[in-house]
């Protein structure tokens, strides 16, 4: 079955260490997406990359840092200097950059900080 | 700048009952392109719809209708009969036709709980 992986699903963190989420499709899609979502809120993009060995920073790239080196992959790294990063992070994909094609999202990973 | 507005933060209904979701956004473009995404407990957003500016025929699908008016800047979601499983967050989200993917646009979020 096509989809998006994402792993683990929860992850905890101590304060001044860096995480790596991982992000996986099988979808054969170009572009893909990093969002934050906060309870009651919508979802925020942080990074996101059109192509292998590209990527873009989004609204709120503070603090995080990404890799493209595959199509299928694109790992978030939550660094130190984030300093709220506690949230619940969604990996997302679309067939194609543009405007009107829908994006498919993974079951996200929620990173607590301790 | 786009904006998505969910002004219903959260809505109770019991079993059976029929729910409208609103959904009001602002964009200056003329060709857009409107999304609903349902987020269950599980946390994965599901894509449920997709509508073109251009095209304003109302849509059903099973229990599930999208009601898209632009004179009003609205694209609301009535659910039918709503069931238990329908418990979840819902996200209505705006793209340009111009923008990339980069550019979508969620609104807060309306959560719907159906008790049995």
């Known amino acids: 079955d096509g989809g998006i992986t994402q792993s683990p699903k929860y992850l905890f963190r101590k304060e001044g260490q860096n995480v790596t989420l991982s992000c996986e499709q099988n979808l054969n899609h170009d572009a893909m997406y990093w969002y934050r979502q906060d309870p009651g809120q919508g979802l925020r993009l942080i990074y996101y990359s059109q192509i292998v060995n590209d990527f873009q920073k989004g609204d709120i790239a503070e603090g995080y840092s990404v890799s493209r080196e595959k199509k299928e992959s694109f790992p978030l790294t939550v660094t130190s200097a984030q300093k709220n990063p506690t949230a619940f992070y969604l990996c997302?994909?679309?067939?194609?950059?543009?405007?009107?094609?829908?994006?498919?999202f993974g079951p996200g990973t929620r990173l607590t900080v301790l | 700048a786009q904006k998505v507005t969910q002004a219903q933060t959260e809505i109770s209904v019991v079993e059976k009952e029929d729910v409208t979701l609103d959904c009001v956004y602002e964009?200056?473009?003329?060709?857009?392109?409107l999304f609903w995404y349902k987020q269950p407990p599980s946390g994965e957003l599901v894509f449920l719809i997709r509508?073109?500016?251009?095209?304003?025929q109302n849509e059903i699908s099973g229990r599930y209708s999208w009601n898209f008016q632009k004179s009003t800047s609205s694209f609301n979601f009535t659910i039918t009969a709503s069931q238990v499983v329908d418990s979840a967050v819902y996200f209505c989200?705006?793209?340009?036709?111009?923008?990339?993917?980069?550019?979508?646009?969620f609104g807060p979020g309306t959560r719907l709980s159906v008790l049995p």
């Open positions: 997302a994909s679309s067939n194609g950059d543009r405007g009107y094609n829908e994006q498919f």
């Open positions: 989200a705006l793209s340009g036709r111009d923008n990339y993917g980069q550019n979508f646009v």
């Open positions: 964009t200056r473009d003329t060709t857009y392109y």
């Open positions: 509508r073109n500016s251009f095209d304003e």
